[in-house]
């Protein structure tokens, strides 16, 4: 069964500290893998998108990183600000369906 | 840029309604999915759409049906509301190549339904 799990739960950190979140996937077939990014009570927006064949993507402040020999993805957030609170869903495809991560709950603290 | 509209953000039924949840995309995108958000759930597929009048169930349909007349338009019916069916629903569409999972979703803002 194709799973997209994601860690930590929930995170809290300090406005101007860097995070990173977690994405390991068993999905197949695997073509590409995406970040989004849900504000509460919105939809979700695309922060990045990876092929395969790419190791790493920037968008801003936001850098996600895939390893697809070991099925793992990361994002990486640089210096946070208090708009980055949001959920992170980690999303893979490869099949016509995406397969969702529970997603991440990132708290920015002044 | 894309943009995806859905009828209500929130929306107050009672059990045994039928409610009708619309959706629709300015982008000519052939693809439309219909997805239900809850705590600690993420995301669930309820109903997918790849092209006019073209429909094809996701992993939760039960108590769920779909119409797409139009290109632009995919709408969520709830045949009789149930309490379990409160929850966040969010519509997304998609350009072509979807198959090869390529394109990226753009999902609307999310209707929130409360079932009383």
């Known amino acids: 069964k194709n799973q997209v799990e994601q860690s930590p739960q929930s995170l809290i950190i300090l406005e101007g500290k860097n995070c990173t979140l977690q994405?390991?996937?068993?999905?197949?077939?695997?073509?590409?893998l995406r970040w989004y990014k849900q504000d509460t009570g919105r939809g979700p927006v695309s922060l990045t998108i990876?092929?395969?064949?790419?190791n790493t993507k920037s968008n801003g402040r936001y850098t996600a990183t895939l390893d697809a020999d070991t099925k793992q993805s990361s994002l990486h957030i640089t210096a946070s600000q208090l708009s980055d609170s949001a959920s992170y869903i980690c999303v893979t495809g490869g099949s016509y369906i995406p397969t969702f991560g529970r997603g991440t709950s990132l708290i920015v603290h002044p | 840029d894309v943009k995806v509209t859905q009828s209500s953000r929130y929306l107050v039924k009672r059990t045994g309604e039928k409610v009708f949840l619309e959706c629709v995309q300015d982008m000519d995108h052939e693809n439309m999915f219909w997805y239900r958000q809850d705590p600690g759930l993420g995301l669930r597929l309820i109903y997918f759409?790849?092209?006019?009048?073209?429909?094809e169930k996701g992993d939760i349909p039960e108590g769920y049906s779909v119409s797409r007349e139009k290109k632009e338009r995919f709408s969520l019916i709830l045949e009789s509301a149930s309490t379990n069916q409160t929850s966040m629903y969010l519509c997304a569409s998609s350009p072509p190549g979807a198959a090869e999972a390529q394109e990226t979703q753009y999902f609307g803002p999310g209707t929130r339904l409360l079932v009383l």
């Open positions: 994405c390991n996937y068993t999905v197949s077939p695997f073509s590409n």
């Open positions: 759409s790849y092209d006019v009048k073209m429909k």
């Open positions: 990876m092929t395969f064949s790419e």
